[in-house]
């Protein structure tokens, strides 16, 4: 496995870490900022329509750089937000703040599961992007429970503060490990990349994306208080139960990564009937504590875990390129975008387990999206001479992971 691979993980676990912080802090912030429960809500829904709307534009902007160049732009404009979002003075300036670590982390996904892509060959592209997408899992793990530790030992700021640290190591791993580039090497063009746009089929795997995360998101978003306000565990055991949580997502990733390659749209079915049963067990049973944490670790195994055989299905309905990748990645967090924003509005209409119901019934349309291609006859097996940059043709395919 190409050591940039490790590098491209640490990056995308300093993305993921600034992202999921918000939802470790709910409270915290609410009170620094003079704000409401629901509207530290919707600063995770600004991370998102960031990252959704403005991710691609920043990708298509750093496209004719090379590849480790583009990174260091991104990281930098990445830092930039996470210091506006230590030293933001109200709602509006943190607001700000995470439009633009959103626009960036948005970018980064899409420019490194790229080379991700890029470095390996296509049997094992997998793997690689797998071991990458480690980085995401683990900021679950470790990243969201660290950073809340921190923010609520030493304030929500030095969460942010300790965040932008490690985008200065991260950026430092990446200057030593990844090697350089070309840009021809790098993908496509800009006109290239675009034209796979106009096959249906890529648009019916994107929304099926949108769908598995939007339903977990429901969840995850709404964490902190669900656990606290309708389970009763403590402020102080919060950040264990995400480290729980975490640890379940890590096992996911590497379940789904080892079957996403031959089986990937039956995984993908598979995911969202146990998510919907997992979902529809917590809002059931969230007033008891075992059969919460339960279905909550259930939530983690079976969510974003997911993405490997999410980015398997786009990046053979459409190619490995980083603005299908970007785009993918913007589908993934208009997931996200539905999820806490409804999940807000559900909040305040019937009460902390609507956003639960929500997440149910957004993994039941998932199912119905994925049915096409669970009913299609597997595509021929790729040939594994063809370059990186090339996709294989069709979603049930033999081995290529994304």
Not at 60 to 74: E, I, N, S
Not at 182 to 190: H, I, S, V
Not at 276 to 299: E, N, Q, R, S, Y
Not at 339 to 367: E, T
């Amino acid at each position: 496995m190409p050591r940039a691979v490790y590098v491209l993980a640490l990056g995308i676990f300093a993305m993921v870490t600034s992202e999921f912080v918000v939802a470790g802090l709910m409270p915290q912030m609410a009170d620094g900022l003079d704000a409401t429960i629901p509207q530290i809500g919707y600063l995770i829904t600004a991370f998102a329509v960031a990252m959704a709307a403005g991710g691609p534009f920043l990708t298509v902007a750093v496209m004719k750089l090379p590849p480790r160049t583009a990174l260091m732009v991104l990281f930098a404009v990445f830092l930039a937000g996470n210091v506006l979002a230590a030293t933001a003075t109200g709602y509006p300036v943190m607001m700000a703040a995470r439009i633009v670590t959103g626009i960036a982390s948005q970018a980064f996904f899409g420019v490194g599961i790229s080379l991700c892509a890029q470095l390996t060959r296509p049997e094992v592209r997998g793997r690689a992007i797998a071991v990458a997408m480690n980085g995401l899992m683990l900021g679950t793990l470790l990243g969201l429970p660290l950073s809340t530790l921190v923010g609520e030992r030493f304030g929500w700021r030095a969460a942010f503060w300790t965040i932008s640290a490690l985008t200065l190591v991260a950026a430092g791993a990446t200057l030593a490990g990844v090697e350089r580039l070309d840009r021809a090497r790098a993908g496509g063009g800009f006109r290239e990349e675009l034209g796979v746009f106009k096959n249906p089929r890529l648009w019916l795997a994107l929304s099926t994306s949108t769908l598995i995360i939007g339903a977990t998101f429901a969840a995850f978003s709404y964490l902190n208080p669900i656990l606290t306000a309708l389970t009763g565990f403590s402020t102080g055991t919060v950040p264990v139960l995400l480290i729980a949580y975490g640890a379940a997502t890590v096992v996911g990733n590497t379940v789904v990564g080892r079957f996403a390659d031959r089986h990937t749209v039956p995984v993908l079915a598979l995911g969202l009937v146990l998510n919907l049963v997992f979902l529809t067990g917590f809002a059931l049973l969230a007033d008891l504590p075992a059969p919460a944490v339960v279905c909550m670790m259930g939530i983690g195994l079976v969510g974003v875990t997911m993405n490997p055989a999410m980015a398997t299905r786009v990046q053979r309905t459409g190619n490995a390129g980083p603005l299908v990748n970007t785009v993918h990645s913007s589908f993934i967090t208009l997931g996200i975008i539905l999820a806490s924003s409804l999940g807000a509005l559900v909040i305040d209409a019937w009460g902390l387990r609507a956003p639960l119901w929500l997440g149910a019934a957004m993994a039941l349309l998932g199912l119905v999206t994925v049915l096409p291609d669970l009913t299609r006859r597997p595509a021929p097996a790729p040939d594994a001479s063809r370059p990186a940059e090339v996709s294989a043709p069709g979603p049930d395919s033999a081995p290529i992971r994304s």
